[in-house]
Each structure stands twice: as C-alpha cells, then as structure tokens.
C-alpha cells in the first residue's frame, strides 16, 4: 500500500506515470546497492573494460610484465574469454608456480575450455598450496565441472567447500544452490535456512557482506 501511495504522489509530481516508475525503479536499485547489493552493479562492467584496455597498453609496452599478464588474464576470466586467459596464464607459468591463485586460474581456464582433468589437478594443487584461497570459491568451480558427470564427487567438492566455511553465510547459500542443482531439494531447503540462521549469528559488522546472500537464501526457502 506504502509503494502505491508512493507512486501516486510520484506521478501527480512528475506528471507522467512512466517516469514514476522509473524513478521508484532507481531508488529501489539505489537502495539494494547500498544496504543489500541483490542487484548487478551497472558500473562494474564498464571498470573492467577499462582495466582491460589499460592492461593490453601496459603488456604491449612491457611484455615482461608478469603481474600485468595475470590481472588481465583475471579479468579476461571473469568475460568468461578463458582460451585468451589461458595463453596469457601459460605465458607466465614459470614466474608464477609459487601462486595459489595463480594455480586456481590455470584450472579455471581448463575447466572452461574442456580439459576437467588437468583443470581439477591444478586447482586441487592450488588448494593444497592454500586451503582458502579465493575463499573455497575453487571447490565450487569443481562441483559445478562435475554436477552432472559425477555428481557424488560433486557433492564431496560442495561438503569441502561447507566445511570451511561452515561460519559464512554465503557458504550455505552456495550449498543450497549446488545442491538444488543437483536434485537434492531438501538438502538446499536446510541449507538455505542455515545460511538465514548463520547471518542472524553475526556481529553487525559482517552483516553487512553478508546480508546479500540471506536474503536470497529466504527467496530461494519460500519459494
């Protein structure tokens, strides 16, 4: 009722009903981003095109760059173009053996391009260098290469991941969702409500970060 007086009194100012829509529209966006974050950054998007261009610039003029090669391949995963992440990570390879992250990339890259096996060898590798590197998030790239080819390795990979994030709620968001991918609907219905019941557990500092993944693990329980 609150929204529909909103929107009248929007549309007798504005004059116009479409733009009172939109206007309710933005600050809905506007609030989510600052006290939720449910929805996608608009910008977001637009930095890493930036940071992209920057990159090829600063590689084209130092082709030694060994960190530049690695934050542009990063980038470059996350446009989901692994074939050129890949080139860019196996041009660096012997700098960067030292890196758990840098591991945890290499496997990503072939996981996406169609080698699980050695993409799943060299992201366990990397997590043997750091059990919690890029926080467990390796563990869930696994499951998800393996749900529908192996789905008890994919379930173990989903346990590991739970098991050390066992205080987060995003962890049992994740959880929730891998196993609803799987076709364990009540395992994802408790594992939704963990993650709900998790974020009322922690201190107002982390709810913050946290809040986002509550609040679709509530969604996802209700619906």
Known sequence: MGNFIGFLLLWRILGNPVIAILVILLIVYL???????????FTRPLKRMRGISKLRTIIA?????????????????????????????ESIH?????????????????LNTGNIPQGEQYILKALEMNPRVKYGRPYLRLAGAY????????I???????????????????????YKDLGRNEDAKQ????SVEVYKSLPKYKKR??????VQSLLKSIL
């Open 31 to 41: 609030l989510d981003r600052r006290f939720v974050g449910m929805f996608p950054s």
């Open 61 to 89: 003029n130092s082709p030694s760059d060994v960190s530049s090669r690695h934050e542009l391949a990063r980038l470059l995963i996350e446009r989901h173009k692994y074939k050129e992440a890949l080139e860019l990570l």
């Open 94 to 110: 012997a700098s960067s053996e030292d890196s758990a992250e840098y591991w945890d990339d290499l496997g990503t890259c072939h």
């Open 147 to 154: 749900k529908t080819s192996d789905r008890e390795k994919a």
């Open 156 to 178: 173990s990979y989903v346990q590991q991941f739970q098991a050390a994030h066992s205080s987060s709620s995003e962890a049992y968001y994740l959880l929730g969702s891998m």
């Open 191 to 194: 594992a939704f409500k963990e």
């Open 209 to 214: 970060q946290e809040r986002k993944w509550a």
